[in-house]
């Protein structure tokens, strides 16, 4: 148990569906992060949040919207999504900024059909 | 385009042996890196972080970091079977963190 929390742990949708994804921590961190992990690519870097505005979009489709209601709770809200989308998208939060450790959740294992 | 190199593996020691990773970037101006180890099917947790010049130790644990070469490595000291996992290393600079795709190491008993 890292102190992040991220619900569901799996999630089948179609493409026209709309989910969101959820992330939730207990360590009083004040930045969050959204990653994608793909089959054999690395862990890519989606939005982060710090003290709850965007300080980074890593040119991600907008069919992703993040949302960061506080410090605590991070959303990935879903539409539209593509067969290629399917991945493991991992939720981690740090104290400060990129600087220092990350505490990833379990992850959500998305399948796009 | 920033980059970070690893050797994808898998890369296979004997138990009890010294088991190197290695990792490259190509952005000079990089401040910190980590290296996470991951398990299958679970999350990255971190092993090591490193910020100058040298070797960092921790128990079995030895970070290199060489930033004229632009380089960093791991390397796991008594290898246990329990430390077969993928090992990821990422490179932070200007408030962006690279990770590389990983290299997958099994311990062999």
């Known amino acids: 148990e890292t102190g992040v929390t991220q619900t569901p742990r799996h999630l089948v949708m179609g493409m026209t569906n709309k989910k969101s994804l959820k992330c939730e921590q207990h360590?009083?961190?004040?930045?969050m992060y959204w990653y994608k992990q793909s089959a054999k690519k690395p862990l890519e870097l989606m939005f982060v949040?710090?003290?709850?505005?965007?300080?980074e979009n890593n040119s991600v489709p907008s069919r992703f919207s993040p949302e960061c209601p506080n410090s605590s709770h991070l959303f990935l809200h879903l539409h539209t999504l593509q067969p290629e989308d399917s991945a493991l998208y991992l939720c981690?939060?740090?104290?400060?900024?990129?600087?220092?450790?990350?505490?990833f959740g379990q992850g959500t294992r998305l399948t796009v059909v | 385009q920033k980059e970070v190199e690893q050797n994808s593996g898998p890369l296979s020691v004997p138990e009890g042996a010294i088991a190197s990773l290695n990792c490259t970037y190509s952005?000079?101006?990089?401040?910190?890196f980590f290296w996470y180890r991951q398990y299958s099917g679970k999350s990255p947790e971190l092993i090591m972080f490193?910020?100058?010049?040298g070797d960092k130790e921790d128990g079995r644990f030895t970070a290199q970091l060489n930033k004229a070469s632009q380089y960093v490595s791991l390397l796991i000291r008594d290898s246990q079977p329990s430390d077969s996992a993928t090992y990821l290393c990422?490179?932070?600079?200007?408030?962006?963190?690279?990770f590389g795709a990983g290299t997958r190491l099994t311990v062999k008993p």
């Open positions: 981690a939060s740090s104290l400060t900024g990129f600087n220092t450790e990350a505490f």
């Open positions: 949040y710090s003290l709850e505005e965007r300080v």
């Open positions: 360590l009083g961190h004040n930045a």
């Open positions: 490193i910020y100058s010049n």
């Open positions: 952005d000079r101006g990089s401040q910190s």
């Open positions: 990422a490179v932070e600079s200007n408030n962006d963190m690279r």
